[in-house]
């Protein structure tokens, strides 16, 4: 099934995921000129957007290169959800997506995010509210359940589907395992044998093999990938070649992982100026540099620098020191998601 969003009408897309501190501006043009189909804003603060507090309104910056673009917005009041579903639809995305699996105690634990799932009247409230207020297509990004005992993703997805929502998201696992244990994708397969819902399938999509097995396995309607983008920003080119030609593309050079960590830092500098850019920037390097001969020594130099000069500086000098870049080194090597941390939402 082909998953529409406005005028776009996708036909098994790639989503990048919504990730708090992770998927500004600069990570999702990134990942969008590396294929990513659909990317979203990380989440907004329904209460935030209301108040106009200024973190959550700058969460709402999105471009024309990026589109079809999501903004994503969490909150426990149907009310408060709708008027901030109304700013955010003002600020000109594609699509509004709901959050309801955030296990954060702060965001759960006052019936906003995952809390939606111990209360689906509550949650389908929301999605009717957020549904009547905007005139953009609406979409839900959720979990399997509260835990184990309590599994309600089908009810969910009947929720969604009646209230006419465009897409379901379904993170394959339950809210207490937070980031832990395996997804359990055949929860995905079960939804998607039974719901009318397009569903994009999410969780362990960690190399490009994984997509196309989740494809093939849950025989979802697109699939999205968090951790896994963090990695290897190059994933969604991999995950586009190795569903057109069944092979992997030939990997990045050096030259290329610095030419697009240095475009991505010079966008994030832009966004939020040198000092703040740069101190935020550090999460990146860890996916732009594995790898490579030394790349730990890289990452770890590159960490303590605080211009740009002095970051093109270390580039140039490891270059002219002859580190080499191993080509054929297995990238999947540094994808193991606990490899830099993040916090996790
Ligand atoms: C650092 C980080 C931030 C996240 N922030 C959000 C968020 O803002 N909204 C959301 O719906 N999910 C968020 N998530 C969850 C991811 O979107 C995704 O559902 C989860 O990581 C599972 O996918 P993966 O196995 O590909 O990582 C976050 C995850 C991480 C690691």
Redesign the pocket.
């Known amino acids: 099934m082909k998953i529409k969003l406005g005028k776009y009408e996708l036909e098994k897309p790639v989503a990048l995921?919504?990730?708090?501190?992770?998927?500004d501006l600069g990570f999702r043009l990134i990942c969008k000129e590396f294929g990513a189909d659909i990317v979203?804003t990380?989440?907004v603060s329904s209460e935030g957007l209301i108040r106009s507090a200024r973190k959550s309104v700058n969460k709402l910056l999105t471009n024309e290169k990026e589109r079809p673009v999501g903004i994503?917005i969490?909150g426990g009041d149907p009310n408060v959800m709708a008027e901030a579903a109304k700013i955010a639809e003002d600020s000109g995305p594609d699509f509004i997506?709901i959050?309801a699996?955030?296990w954060v105690p702060k965001v759960a634990s006052r019936g906003a995010g995952a809390g939606l799932l111990k209360d689906l009247k509550q949650m389908e409230s929301i999605i009717r509210s957020v549904k009547n207020a905007v005139s953009i297509p609406v979409t839900l990004?959720t979990r399997l359940g509260w835990d184990s005992n309590s599994i309600t993703i089908f009810e969910v997805a009947k929720i969604c589907a009646d209230a006419g929502l465009s897409a379901l998201t379904i993170?394959a696992?339950t809210r207490d395992q937070h980031?832990d244990g395996e997804?359990n994708w055949d929860w995905i397969r079960r939804v998607k044998e039974v719901s009318e819902l397009p569903i994009i399938g999410?969780?362990?999509?960690?190399i490009a093999e994984d997509a196309i097995e989740m494809f093939e396995y849950t025989k979802c309607d697109g699939v999205?990938?968090?951790?896994?983008a963090?990695s290897n920003p190059w994933i969604f080119k991999d995950i586009k070649f190795l569903m057109q030609h069944g092979t992997l593309p030939p990997a990045q050079t050096f030259q290329e992982r610095i030419d697009t960590c240095l475009r991505h830092l010079e966008m994030e500098i832009e966004l939020k100026g040198e000092r703040r850019g740069l101190m935020e920037f550090r999460k990146y390097y860890h996916g732009y540099f594995h790898g490579i001969r030394n790349g730990s020594a890289l990452r770890s130099k590159l960490v303590r620098l605080e211009t740009l000069p002095e970051i093109k500086k270390a580039f140039s000098e490891w270059i002219s020191s002859g580190q080499e870049f191993m080509e054929n080194q297995s990238a999947q090597e540094s994808l193991s998601?606990s490899s830099p941390s993040?916090?996790?939402?």
């Open positions: 995921a919504p990730m708090e501190d992770v998927t979203y990380e989440f994503q969490f997506d959050n699996g955030c990004k993170h696992r980031h997804a999410n969780g362990d999509i960690k999205m990938v968090a951790r896994g963090i998601p993040f916090s996790q939402v």
